[in-house]
């Protein structure tokens, strides 16, 4: 079955003349244009299977090709691949397909396909020769295409795919960081070359049917159980890089009160942020401790920028309307309200500009290829290991939610992270243990998770109405503070239920 390796990364036009002065693309290039229709059934059956069918014009020749979903992150992307001329009359692809199954479903499909959408663009493409690999860079600039002659709906393409043609994975992440530091190659002179997620075909689709981006949530990940922990590590944090980048592309700099982004996109990424840093974590003892120590680090102080936005999302769409209703028109409620409104515009600003700066992508180019690259021993019982991690953690938040009411808020705060931390393990090593008592526990931790949540928000917003200007409607941020305070007080009523269902909560192994 042919194997297609690549990674696609998206360009600012800006930076279009300096990445054709790169040092490495002073070679000779070949230019072609591409028209590309792709077909589907009308019910979009293909879309279903995530397969695509396209029919490519190059001159006078055309191919035919089927690709099924690619598995993709960092940008680097697999997926398997099928072209050859494109026949006459109707296709038969038994042969063309090498895959009986996959064939006969498109031969079921093929008298009811028809375009769906096109592509049109103009591609420059390099065979170039790096550590070994040999890779076919192509630089395409156009335009993806749905809707009627009479009204097309247009989004732009300008993208570098960079397809390992043979050779190694690395050398062709080694090719992309090496590309995206520009022609200059120092980092703070770096391209905004990004990882992208989305295929071409993904666009058309979404333009084709209307879509906007929505928030990407995390899959379910599946372990080997006769790996090692290195495998292990990789996919967790791998995953968790994927869900990250699923939910960049929405949160774009250009922030003002008209275009503020759903706080879900803000929401998942932080999350996704938390998820891979639990997963150093969870794998720390078999890694390379500077390797761990960097890479927390790093993606701790994206994930505070993005707290900050998180933190002025809730209060201005959760907490400020329950606290101050719309239908109070007072001159100082107007006011609270615009403050908050240019609070949260200037920390969305912040998290959109640090998922949009060169250096940035050049982290997510970096992370992908060195966790890649972790190769290690075969543990000989990874589900006996991963119990005896997860029995350590139960035992320590059993001990953390008994002091929780002690200590206060920060030892609320404190033991809703460790809740997330075990929670996020624990979901990284589900596929090894017990699916019912895997749910049952995870069920758990999540009820105590958001109730220690709604608390933190509380707390979290008494933080945030303390930076007002003291100027600033004071009678009415003080009346706030004191609905915020009962408010606070109520809920810490649930508290000796919630660590009673902790002490309680039924473990997720046998």
């Known amino acids: 079955m042919p194997q297609e390796i690549e990674i696609k990364l998206s360009l600012l036009?800006?930076?279009?003349?300096?990445?054709?002065?790169?040092?490495?693309?002073?070679?000779?290039?070949?230019?072609v244009h591409l028209r590309n229709t792709y077909l589907d059934t009308p019910t979009l059956d293909l879309l279903a299977a995530r397969m695509a069918l396209r029919v490519r014009q190059i001159g006078q020749r055309e191919l035919l090709?089927?690709?099924t979903a690619a598995s993709s992150v960092g940008g680097l992307s697999r997926r398997s691949e099928w072209e050859v001329p494109r026949p006459k009359g109707m296709p038969d692809f038994s042969r063309i397909?090498?895959?009986?199954?996959?064939?006969?479903?498109?031969?079921?499909?093929a008298p009811a396909m028809t375009a769906v959408?096109?592509?049109?663009?103009?591609?420059?493409?390099?065979?170039?020769?790096?550590?070994?690999?040999?890779?076919?860079v192509a630089l395409d600039d156009g335009w993806v295409v749905?809707?009627?002659?009479a009204r097309p709906r247009r989004e732009r393409i300008l993208e570098l795919e960079l397809e390992l043609l043979t050779g190694d994975e690395d050398a062709l992440l080694d090719l992309a960081h090496t590309l995206a530091l520009g022609p200059t190659g120092h980092a703070d002179r770096a391209l905004h070359l990004r990882p992208a997620q989305r295929s071409k075909a993904?666009?058309?689709y979404a333009l084709h049917l209307r879509e906007p981006v929505r928030p990407f949530k995390s899959a379910p990940l599946t372990l080997d159980a006769d790996g090692s922990t290195h495998a292990a590590c990789r996919a967790a944090c791998l995953a968790s890089l994927a869900h990250l980048q699923g939910n960049e592309t929405a949160l774009a700099p250009q922030v003002d009160a008209a275009h503020l982004p759903d706080p879900e996109f803000v929401h998942q990424a932080r999350v996704a942020l938390r998820r891979l840093r639990t997963g150093l974590r969870l794998f720390r003892a078999d890694?390379?401790?500077?390797?761990?120590?960097?890479?927390?680090?790093?993606w701790k102080a994206l994930a505070d920028v993005l707290g900050a936005a998180r933190n002025w999302d809730v209060f201005a769409t959760e907490g400020l309307p329950d606290l101050l209703p719309a239908t109070d028109d007072r001159a100082e409620a107007h006011a609270l309200r615009a403050w908050v409104t240019d609070q949260r515009i200037a920390a969305n600003r912040r998290a959109a500009q640090a998922l949009a700066e060169p250096s940035h992508a050049l982290a997510v180019l970096a992370f992908t290829r060195s966790a890649m690259a972790l190769h290690g021993k075969r543990r000989t019982d990874l589900r006996a290991w991963a119990i005896g991690v997860l029995r350590e953690g139960h035992a320590a938040l059993r001990r953390q939610a008994r002091e929780a009411r002690r200590l206060g808020p920060e030892g609320r705060h404190e033991l809703r992270l460790a809740l997330k931390k075990?929670?996020?393990?624990?979901?990284?090593?589900a596929s090894l243990l017990p699916p019912k008592r895997v749910a049952r526990s995870t069920t758990t931790l999540a009820e105590a998770q958001t109730l220690l949540g709604e608390l933190n928000d509380l707390s979290t917003a008494q933080l945030l109405l303390q930076q007002a200007p003291a100027t600033l409607a004071p009678s009415l941020v003080a009346q706030l503070q004191t609905g915020l305070q009962k408010q606070l007080e109520a809920g810490l009523l649930a508290l000796p239920t919630m660590e009673l269902a902790l002490e309680r909560s039924p473990t997720p192994w046998r």
């Open 287 to 298: 890694l390379d401790p500077d390797w761990v120590r960097h890479w927390s680090a790093h």
């Open 117 to 136: 959408f096109r592509t049109d663009f103009k591609r420059r493409t390099w065979v170039l020769t790096h550590r070994g690999a040999r890779v076919e």
């Open 97 to 109: 397909v090498d895959d009986a199954e996959l064939a006969q479903r498109l031969n079921q499909w």
């Open 422 to 429: 075990l929670r996020y393990a624990q979901e990284f090593l």
């Open 65 to 67: 090709t089927v690709k």
């Open 202 to 204: 993904e666009r058309g």
């Open 13 to 31: 036009s800006q930076d279009l003349p300096a990445l054709l002065a790169h040092p490495l693309l002073q070679v000779p290039s070949r230019d």
């Open 146 to 149: 749905a809707g009627t002659p």
